[in-house]
């Protein structure tokens, strides 16, 4: 079973910022998909496939990395951003991280 | 433009079952899966289990392959979760997703909050 490990548990940048978040698999893989978490929302689809951008998702949202090592970026951090960020391996056995909580200094 | 509605919140007893269900819109479960993923207060998002479009089959998370079931009633584009023999930790809001034909999780309902307590 493959166990996700996101990085850093807690960021807090200023607006404008670049933010990169980090995911880390213990095994390989290239069903990854990052979801963004509202406070009080659902969570919503970001990122698949590691860095193929879901409808509607704004392009300062990026996902890059193979195997077992992956990465979101925000270019420009809006403060609408501030949320709690998951990897997750998706497939027959899906498995989320434990999240990054995203804040605005 | 998928659409889930969700059952209202529920207050259950230790040891009774809940059973929420997920009106999709837009669309059918014929065309995806559904699958049920649950977030305790304060918590992360744990995948429960869920109907995998590509088999037809069903497929559970460990931790709730006893006391969980998933269906789906394609005649009125209703999922359904049922968790038996509910105890106090099982207090979380629960989510059902829709699933593609690769297990990516598309679009998700609103959640339901069921609370376990005596």
């Known amino acids: 079973e493959i166990v996700l490990t996101q990085s850093p548990g807690t960021l807090s940048l200023f607006p404008g910022e670049r933010v990169t978040l980090s995911c880390r698999a213990s095994q390989s893989t290239r069903s990854l998909a990052w979801f963004q978490q509202r406070r009080g929302q659902p969570p919503r689809l970001l990122i698949y496939g590691a860095s193929s951008r879901a409808t509607g998702i704004p392009d300062r949202f990026s996902g890059s990395g193979s195997g077992t090592d992956f990465t979101l970026t925000i270019s420009r951090l809006e403060p609408e951003d501030v949320a709690v960020y998951y990897c997750?391996?998706?497939?027959?056995?899906?498995?989320f991280g434990q999240g990054t909580k995203l804040q605005i200094k | 433009q998928v659409h889930l509605v969700q059952s209202g919140a529920e207050v259950k007893k230790p040891g009774s079952s809940v059973k929420v269900s997920c009106k999709i819109s837009?669309?059918?479960?014929?065309?995806?899966?559904a699958t049920w993923v649950r977030q305790a207060p304060g918590q992360g998002l744990e995948w429960m289990g869920g109907?995998?479009?590509?088999?037809?089959?069903?497929k559970y998370a460990q931790n709730f392959q006893d006391r969980l079931t998933i269906i789906t009633d394609e005649s009125t584009n209703t999922a359904y979760m049922d968790l038996s023999s509910l105890r106090s930790d099982d207090t979380a809001v629960y989510y059902c997703?829709?699933?593609?034909?690769?297990?990516?999780?598309?679009?998700w309902g609103q959640g339901t909050l069921v609370t376990v307590s005596s």
């Open positions: 109907i995998l479009p590509i088999f037809r089959t069903t």
């Open positions: 997703a829709t699933t593609n034909l690769n297990g990516l999780l598309t679009f």
């Open positions: 837009g669309d059918t479960f014929s065309s995806y899966g």
């Open positions: 997750q391996h998706y497939g027959s056995s899906p498995i």
